[in-house]
């Protein structure tokens, strides 16, 4: 039964049992109208109470800037996971960057947008992937790589270089987007503070609602909801008003396409999705109710006014963190962690057994399944072993995880 079993998976990752007891009801019955939460329109008063909740939610969590001015932040709800994600970014930028060039000149714009670029921080399996759509998307010469984390290792993954060794070059004026992903779920790198960079854009799938976030730092965030936040199916997207209509303008698509660039799928149409309040389709209006709810618990964990909310739902995520690595550390002869001290993941802590062990870890993941520990292994393309310590895997949970790590380290 769910209660036996500590589930450490990547995403989709474990949920507030709570919440989904009230799931099981709402999508028979929601609100007693005798209509299940999955029937009703997108478009009725009940889908836009749920909406209108899970954003001025999630304003409170963050603390994102409600205005309507440039300053203000919108709340979209996507759909096309994180990964949709990767190229709607791609096509919004481009769009903002070529928007405003042609807005400064109308002559020799062929000439002037060849110098476009979007800076790429590769420091993990996920950031490498959004980087890769954007070659595809507009071609490799638009896209800089200002930093590649293997290089400093061996080829792989596992450290974060210093900004000062990053080859940004050309004019900032030039940097349409600056692209990071702030927790690299496969690898477990994640960012200890945001880096500097020109329309910085995070992808926040793995560490969304974990710690505090300078949303004002960034020209946008977004994260599938599958992990911390919620059900499969919903990818949530904060944009700086600055950043869309009127604020700003957006490129012609004729323009677009004259000068080789792609014109982008309205469903990921950011400025779109922002002008109909995330209802230009049909949105699953059930995911949003499920965020709804996580965020709601988040809220009542953390009483009061006091900005942002999510400090306290931080402090536990570091605890947990901290119980597990010290415990690997402890017995670095048996476990090694994958990424440098420096940049361990809260969220996602990888580690190999007796140093990549073929059968070590198989012995290791049978002895954690045979006590109900499920989730553990590591990525397809990595192997290892990972422990996923999102919002719902509670203090006990991680608990029984460390007593197993002792455990199979004495034995
Ligand atoms: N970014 C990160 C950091 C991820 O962990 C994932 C999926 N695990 C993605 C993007 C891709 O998300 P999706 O599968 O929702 O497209």
Redesign the pocket.
Known sequence: SRDQVSYFG??PAPLPTPVLEEASKVLLNYNDSGIGITEISHRSPEANAILAHTQASLRKLLDIPESEGPDGYQILFLQG????EFSAVVYHMVSLWVGALAKKQQQGIDEAAKRMRLDYLVTGS?SLKASQEAARLIGAEHVNVITDARRCRDGKFGVIPSEDTYTRTGNNDDVALTYY?D???VDGVEFPSTPSGQNLVA?M??NFLSRPVDVRQHAAIFG?A?KNVGTTGITIAIVSNRILPPHAEMADSKLLRKLGLSVGPIVLDWPTIAKNNSLYNTLPIFDVWIAGQVMQRLLEQAPGDKSPRIATQAAESNKKAELIYSVLDKHSEVYQVVPDKSVRSRMNICFRVKRGDADAEKAFLKGAEGKGLMGLKGHRSVGGIRASNYNAVSVAAVEKLVAHLEEFAKA
């Open positions: 990547a995403g996971g994180g990964s949709g996920w992903c927790n690299e779920t992808d799938s793995s599938g599958q």
